[in-house]
DNA sequence: AATCGTCTGCTTTTT
DNA sequence: GCAGACGATT
């Protein structure tokens, strides 16, 4: 058998597996979108028309990454017409078309988290009794649950939170909105609704593929069954093992029980791994067979033994973010490898704190993963909220944070009485405000002011529709009629932060220009791309990476060092408490596998926890890692350990380099 | 309407 | 220990 795009044979077998359903359990490491891209190139090379072929991925970057490696297999033509997409964006554009059927309008927004969250407040406080209480974040993940396994809100429902679920609906609706979740439960409902509407997408599809298959949820599992076509010609691709989005709503029971969502399966086991040691490998396997419900699977790889991996313990965090960083710094200069080469693992964000101090003080470049969202700031919300409402002028939580924005003399209690009408017409704020016999309650300066924000929504708005109509124009003519800028220089605390909210701002309307060079989506186009991608593209700074165990998954280092292996931090407590230990294993094991050549784990006998000092005892994993993989170093050890040689010549090296530079 | 001070409560966060 | 939320204050 000649060897297809070279490959070994599991990823063979995989790739020319392309009739019925089919199972790939690719461990970590093996392969994966290699397989996928791979077997789309097959399919097109055995004649079947590139539009009919489906590939399904949680995140846009690996929709890109898969879309950028197929581009190098097959003809660009033949590519570009390969659907290549993320669940949401996929069930987006199946509601721009058809939402209407739903009752909703077709220039719906799409509310973040923050926005859920500022309406759920609302509505709670509205709805609950004075001896009531319920957290807004904690109802958004009661809904965000309760919508996940596709279940709609009961109407009828008598707790508060079912009632604060379905008059968050209800709301939504009415503010001609949707969130998340509502894009994959309203794309589902909307095809199980209307066969009509679901047979023109099924027919369009004759192949599909789902990556992170482990990741999967209800509703996904559901929208892929809809979208299926009589063959069942559906290949998911995932690693139960690396199952760590349980929290989110993922089933592993989607991959565990695969057959019995499409009967007979073939399946394929890629163990073959391409990344790490066999040392690293085998402590891998070591570790995740502690899990009960699994499909067995046993990573190997080419690469021989490698170095032990090293258990260290601290004396506390301090020590261990120095000994971590100064460690690679050694590393680094004795290897004379780059930066990016080393990463540090850990399971929360505060963790990283120690670690920059430590990192800044060393001089050693870093890129930290996750924290604020540059989409999060004020001014980049401000800006969105404004084009929001553009479009979408009923969505009353765009408008709110808009009115004031910068104050125009239209205060608390005037927006409070025009709520308080809308909801008493039961019509939108927007429809509110524009109403004379509302405007007539006022007073005839606050009505004055009133009618001044709705001529310039107006105006903006028929700018927008026009046709040809230059959004990046229209956008900083609105900011500056509105003296947006000077307000907000106003709020900076220093000249820093200025800047860098007027770069942030002139990066969003230069984003917004070049989305129009290239794009026929117009403004909608624009703010549905923000909504579904809110990754920076910050990918050019080097330097060692900082990053969570949950980002790290798919990404590898030559380098890895995980911190903090400590019972009630990993695993931690509050997944102990949820009965999730296996998904904290499987956390480690996704840790432990990110690494190539070494990983040093460390743990401390002590870490300052909401500003005290508290002991810690080392992670019950620890355990179950221990053996022939792992070395157990002591710290008094290790620092009684004279200088290595390599350190020495390390110092030359560095000097050298420096040098070098000048 | 904005600012200052006090209180609270603390994982992870693909879209 | 610190950020974020909220309420009292001018």
């Known amino acids: 058998m000649f060897r297809l795009f070279d490959l070994n044979d599991a990823q063979e077998k995989a790739v020319r597996t392309l009739a019925g359903p089919l199972l790939i359990l690719a461990g970590a490491g093996t392969g994966k979108t290699r397989v996928i891209t791979a077997r789309v190139a097959f399919l097109i090379a055995q004649g079947f028309d590139p539009g009919c072929i489906l590939a399904l991925t949680f995140t846009n970057k690996a929709a890109t990454e898969m879309r950028e490696r197929l581009a190098r297999m097959v003809e660009a033509s033949d590519a570009k017409r390969v659907t290549m997409s993320t669940f949401h964006a996929l069930c987006l554009r199946i509601l721009r078309q058809n939402i209407d059927k739903l009752g909703y309008k077709n220039n719906f927004s799409i509310y973040d988290e923050s926005e859920q969250v500022g309406l759920i407040k609302k509505i709670i ?30 109407p009828n429902e008598e707790s508060l939170a079912g009632a604060v679920f379905a008059r968050y609906q209800r709301e939504l609706k009415n503010l001609n909105a949707v969130d998340f979740d509502d894009l994959l439960l309203l794309a589902v409902k909307l095809l199980k609704e209307h066969p009509e509407i679901q047979a023109r997408w099924k027919a369009r599809f004759s192949h599909i593929m789902v990556d992170e298959f482990q990741d999967t949820n209800r509703l996904q599992l559901d929208l892929v069954g809809l979208l299926a076509g009589v063959e069942r010609n559906v290949c998911v691709v ?20 695969f057959e019995r969502h499409f009967p007979n399966p073939a399946i394929v086991k890629l163990e ?10 085998g402590a891998a396997n070591k570790l995740i ?5 699994r499909h067995p699977k046993n990573l190997w790889s080419q690469s021989g033994e490698g170095e032990k991996i090293r258990a260290i313990q601290m004396p506390d965090d301090r020590e261990e973010t120095r000994f971590v960083t100064e460690e690679i710094q050694r590393k680094q200069a ?6 990016e080469e080393f990463a540090i693992l850990y399971r929360m964000n505060t963790q990283s704190r120690l670690l920059e101090e430590n990192l800044r003080r060393l001089h050693i470049p870093y890129r930290l993963i996750g924290g604020k969202s540059f989409f999060d700031r004020r001014e980049v919300k401000d800006l969105l909220a404004y084009a929001t409402c553009l479009l979408n002028p009923d969505d009353d939580v765009s408008l709110l944070r808009i009115i004031h924005t910068p104050a125009r003399g239209i205060g608390e209690t005037t927006t409070e009485r025009a709520l308080e009408f809308s909801v008493r017409k039961k019509c939108s704020l927007f429809q509110a405000l524009n109403s004379p016999e509302f405007q007539k309650e006022l007073s005839a300066r606050t009505a004055g002011r009133v009618a001044g924000f709705m001529t310039l929504l107006d105006n903006y ?42 770069t942030n701002m002139k990066q969003m309307i230069e984003s917004l220009s070049r989305y129009e060079q290239r794009s026929t989506g117009g403004l909608q186009g624009f703010l549905d791309g923000v909504s579904l991608d809110r990754s920076e593209e910050k990918e050019d700074t080097a330097g060692v990476t900082l990053i969570t165990l949950h980002a790290a998954k798919g990404l590898e280092f030559r380098h890895v060092f995980l911190i903090g292996l400590e019972e009630g931090l990993l695993p931690h407590d509050r997944s102990k408490a949820e009965g999730a230990l296996d998904e904290e294993r499987r956390l480690l094991y996704v840790g432990i596998t990110r690494a190539m050549r ?18 810690c005892h080392p992670s019950s994993f620890l355990k179950e890692l221990a053996g022939e993989f792992v070395e157990q170093i002591s710290f008094e050890k290790l620092m009684n350990t004279p200088v290595p040689k390599e350190s020495v010549k390390s110092r030359f090296a560095q000097l050298r380099a420096t040098v070098a530079k000048l």
Do not use: H
């Open 272 to 281: 073959q791994n391409y990344r790490s040691t066999n040392v690293i490998l």
């Open 598 to 615: 070494t990983l040093t784990l460390t743990y401390c006998r002590s870490r300052v926890k909401f500003g005290s000092a508290v002991p």
């Open 334 to 339: 004795a290897e004379g490898l780059p930066w």
């Open 125 to 154: 406080a509205r709805t609950a009794a004075r001896d009531e209480k319920l957290d807004a974040q904690v109802a958004k993940a009661l809904i965000s649950k309760a919508k996940n396994l596709g279940r709609d809100c009961d």
């Open 461 to 502: 708005e028929t700018r927008a529709a026009a046709p040809l109509a230059g959004f990046a124009g229209i956008m900083t003519a609105l900011m500056e009629e509105i003296g947006y800028w000077e307000d907000l220089k106003r709020s900076c605390a220093t000249p820093e932060e200025a800047l860098n909210r007027e």
């Open 238 to 257: 995932g690693d139960d093992d690396q199952s760590i989005y349980g929290w989110r709503g993922a089933e592993t029971s989607n991959i565990l029980d």
């Open 289 to 293: 067979q502690n899990n009960p419900r």
